[in-house]
């Protein structure tokens, strides 16, 4: 399980330059053993003016492991053989930046899935209106076809669906399950909710009752 911390500190609304990310093992999803550091200097990317890490995403691929978080805004990849040794797998260029989406807001929340043989990516756009993005990869370094996804009003959601999880569950639904966030920020200062929406194509998105 990849996670972070956030410190958050006085006075502060946003986490502070000591954010890191973190892995946690479990054999039996019930017990986790003590947190490891994934890079615990942070940062060291040269496109990166922070070392704050965020928003991790460990995916396998080509016999490796591969953790996408955020900073300064932008996509950056890490990469390793064992899951304790991790190296900036693109040293000099973000894997996405606010250069690539269509409004050119920045990016977090990265959700990655596969589809037969590419992988999907899934984010949320740093925006008014938030909304969620998507874009496609053969080898998780380049990406294309990068656009906003269109999705279903969200009444109850403020400033729209953001964070999204996907997961795969077409062998045992027929669908694709999407958890997203959304903020009622009208009904409660703290008033963040989970939402739930399922495609069968990852294009069409329905959510319950029926809205698509």
């Known amino acids: 399980m990849a996670l972070q911390s956030y410190p958050i500190p006085p006075g502060e609304t946003y986490g502070s330059e000591a954010a890191r990310l973190w892995l946690m093992e479990s054999a039996d999803l019930e017990t986790w053993d003590v947190p490891r550091p994934i890079k615990p200097e942070g940062c060291t990317a040269r496109w990166a003016k922070s070392r704050r890490q ?3 995403c460990v995916v396998e691929h080509d016999g490796k492991f591969w953790c996408f978080y955020k900073t300064d ?3 950056g990849l890490l990469m390793s053989d ?8 693109l040293p000099d260029r973000p894997v996405l930046s606010s250069k690539d989406t ?3 807001a920045g990016m977090e929340n ?3 899935v596969r589809d037969g043989g590419a992988w999907v990516m899934f984010f949320s756009p740093t925006r008014k209106g938030r909304g969620i993005g998507v874009a496609r990869s053969d080898n998780l370094l380049d990406w294309s076809e990068i656009r906003y996804q269109d999705f279903p009003e969200v009444t109850w959601a403020d ?3 953001t964070a999204p999880m996907v997961l795969d569950r077409k062998a045992h639904l027929g669908c694709w399950l999407m958890v997203f966030h959304g903020d009622r920020v009208a ?5 963040g909710a989970l ?3 399922w495609s069968r194509d990852l294009t069409h998105w329905v959510l319950p009752g029926g809205k698509s």
């Open 73 to 75: 805004g932008q996509i």
């Open 82 to 89: 064992d899951l304790y040794q991790w190296e900036e797998a």
């Open 102 to 104: 269509p409004d050119h």
């Open 54 to 56: 965020i928003d991790p």
């Open 195 to 197: 939402g739930l929406a």
């Open 110 to 112: 990265v959700c990655l």
């Open 159 to 161: 400033n729209g669906p």
């Open 187 to 191: 009904r409660n200062a703290h008033g």
